[in-house]
């Protein structure tokens, strides 16, 4: 659509409008518009308004279909009201101007606030939850429109303004995350629902009243257009990750709480993360040429600037894996395929990854390295390799036993080092454990489980990496999954090639000691993985504590496959188990306050130690 500009009304003229139009005095202010032109309204009797002018190039259908969803939004409270001028209209003209009147959603902008609070976010996701319920079965011809910010436009938006992208780094970012779009989004359109959407819920466009964190509903319905369904949450969660520390996170928080209240389908929840993204390139695009066009105008460039420190963010997040989180959010199994692999691997009879070691019959000891175990120093010169691994094999030969395990979904305190820092949202280190640790001499030989082939294999010599890693590729009756095979030593890598079939119960490997496993106590970090979210080989071997659930579901129990009878039952309990316990135990109306990362204790006594670049 092209957008004309008629020259602005004064405020004298607006007032005068209200007077005439709708039999209203007051102090009238201007608001900022992309397209028309609005008055904040303070009538004489205390009530606010809002005074629209329409652009000159939108049309008198496209007015009335705004009104009738305007309406519908209306009687949900989540929208503004509409204000009939004194003959009756909701669409009034004065001058050849098209004139409404709205009522004012008390509150600021989302934008304006300097923090959006988890439920903060959720009431939006709510809020637009309902307004997509609201606009259920709604339709008018004036909406089946070609509009360039149709979500459906976007490879072409793209193609035609890139360019004018001044940023070499920014176009490089829409060129990357425009080729995720085609790959993991594109291809699901065709199947998606449409329907009447309002198309822009940006944080300027969605009014919060700050003190009670509450949504006060959402304005503007001039971008509404007939298109996909879930594009409206789509551009909601575009505009929440800007400036976000944890992009993804937020996105989540908007999304589990919109899910609730209208249901996603599996096809939009899997094209939402790049559709997201692809608003965003859009909006890099389209700002470029309205800037060119209108170099003057400041509120054209008023999200740029997030923008552009967010887009390395969103490249650096792997499009299954915010897939995963959606779906994780939405209540469903983060990893779809990952509980028919469990299933698979429960039903299969698998060799012993420890050679001469029965780890069913033998007696094994269960060695707890999480936060609170006695065996983790709170000297931090106590945790280097010799003595931990003293401590260590003094617990095993206490038990009786051939060698330790553990460590599946343990929170450790012993990754509270820089190589495992995020940077967001909380400073939190990836300290949840995905594998299991086998401790046992330098040496001791390590087999295949079942039958696969070298998926991938290096040297990941940093310190407090995994040193020689090795990952076989299995196959299942449907999906394939993986087995990851840490801190070796540098020997056993010799000859390895990509492809090389491994048979089960054959020793390819064997344990490396400190001066080649990364710099840890010799041991063999065994991991399962139904993704390998296309890593060649050095896969994270712990994970957020904010991301736990769906990194559970990308690696799930070890134990599916080594049985250890100590471990069964030192696997943390999943949430509804955790809230049947608690509901069983302590009653619903007590409740309950913890550390979402108990590593923050004593993340400054560990610090010092590490001051190498690495991960594990």
Known sequence: MNVSHAPALSLETARSILSELYGLDGAVSPLPSERDQNFRVLASDGRGYVLKVANPAETLPMLEAENAALMRGAAVGI???????????????????????????????????????????????????????????????????????????????????????????????????????????????????????????????????????????????????????????????????????????????????????????????????????????????????????RPGDAYLAISQKPLEATLPKLTAIHPRLAYYAFREACGLAPVPHSPSVVEWLRQQDFASVIEGVDLRADAIAHLDLSVGSHLVSGDPRQNAPEPLFARLFAEVRAAGAVLGAGGYDEARALYAAPEFLERAPLDETRS??????????????????ADGVVHGFEDANRFLDYGPVVVIRHDTLTEPYFTLYG??????????????????????????????????????????????????C???????????????????????????????????????????????????????????????????????????????
């Open 432 to 449: 949840i454990h995905l594998g299991v640790d086998l401790t046992a001499a330098a040496g001791t030989g390590i087999c295949a489980v």
């Open 79 to 293: 929208c503004p009201s509409l204000i009939p001028a004194v003959d009756g209209s909701l669409i009034a003209e004065s001058a050849g101007h098209k004139i409404r009147l709205v009522t004012l959603l008390s509150g600021t902008a989302l934008g304006f606030l300097q923090y959006q609070s988890p439920s903060l976010l959720a009431d939006l996701g709510s809020t637009l939850g309902k307004l997509s319920a609201a606009l259920t079965g709604f339709d008018h011809p004036a909406v089946h429109r070609d509009f360039h910010w149709d979500l459906a436009n976007a490879e072409r938006i793209i193609a035609e303004h890139l360019p004018k992208v001044a940023d070499a780094t920014t176009r490089k970012q829409v060129e990357v995350l425009l080729g995720v779009y085609r790959l993991h989004a594109a291809p699901l359109l065709a199947g998606l629902r449409k329907s009447v959407v309002h198309n822009d819920a940006n944080d300027f466009n969605v009014i919060v009243d700050p003190d009670s964190e509450r949504i006060s509903g959402i304005i503007d319905f001039g971008d509404m257009v007939f298109t996909h369904t879930v594009n409206e949450l789509a551009i909601a969660i575009a505009y929440v990750a800007l400036g976000k520390d944890d992009p993804l996170g937020a996105m989540c928080q908007v999304a589990r709480a919109y899910h609730r209240e209208f249901s996603l389908l599996e096809p939009e929840i899997e094209a939402l993360f790049s559709l997201a993204c692809i608003r965003l390139c859009m909006s890099a695009c389209l700002a470029a040429k309205q800037q060119a066009e």
């Open 487 to 536: 801190h070796l030593s540098r020997q056993s890598l010799d000859g390895l090639r990509i492809g090389q079939p491994i048979l089960k119960g054959e020793s390819f490997a064997a344990i490396g000691n400190a001066d080649e496993n990364g710099g840890w106590w010799p041991h063999l970090h065994f991991q399962i993985i139904t993704d390998m979210l296309d890593v060649a």
């Open 538 to 616: 050095n896969f994270n071997g712990c994970a957020l504590p904010r991301q736990r659930e769906v990194w559970k579901s990308i690696c799930p129990d070890p134990n599916l496959v080594l049985r250890i009878p100590a471990l069964e039952a030192t696997t943390a309990p999943s949430k509804i188990d955790l809230l049947r316990r608690r509901t069983a135990r302590i009653g619903s109306n007590l409740s309950i306050s913890y550390s979402r990362n108990p590593i923050e204790a004593v993340r400054g006594w560990m610090q010092y130690v590490y001051d190498a670049d690495g991960r594990k």
